[in-house]
């Protein structure tokens, strides 16, 4: 399975950003797909997640202004970002596995996209 993240870029404190995740080779029909960032100095974190039914999963620090989509005929997931912040600022990976918060339940992960928010 190969991750393509794209979408990252430079925006204002309060602006948005759409980041997309393609997945293609040998997917499952029941995968789940997750974001997670780092910045710089800090380690990786969980952001948002989604199984393959639909069922999502937020980190508390950005419930209410992200949200996680999947559309299956594309096998692409999407994290739109809306209020953003400069503590938002980071690389973000998207990763195919479970669905779950946890790091250790995805097999494949992207290349990383650059979010960064200026104040």
């Known amino acids: 399975v190969q991750l393509q993240a794209s979408g990252g870029g430079l925006v204002q404190a309060g602006g948005s950003l759409r980041l997309s995740c393609a997945a293609s080779?040998?997917?499952?029909?029941?995968?789940?797909m997750g974001w997670f960032r780092q910045a710089p100095g800090k380690e990786r974190e969980f952001a948002a997640a989604i199984t393959w039914s639909g069922s999502a999963y937020y980190a508390d620090s950005v419930k209410g202004r992200f949200t996680i989509s999947r559309d299956n005929a594309k096998n692409t997931v999407y994290l739109q970002m809306n209020s953003l912040k400069p503590e938002d600022t980071a690389v973000y990976y998207c990763?195919?596995?479970?669905?779950?918060?946890?790091?250790?339940?995805?097999?494949?992960w992207g290349q990383g996209t650059q979010v960064t928010v200026s104040s």
């Open positions: 990763a195919y596995g479970l669905g779950s918060i946890n790091a250790d339940d995805y097999d494949y």
């Open positions: 080779g040998r997917t499952s029909s029941t995968y789940g």
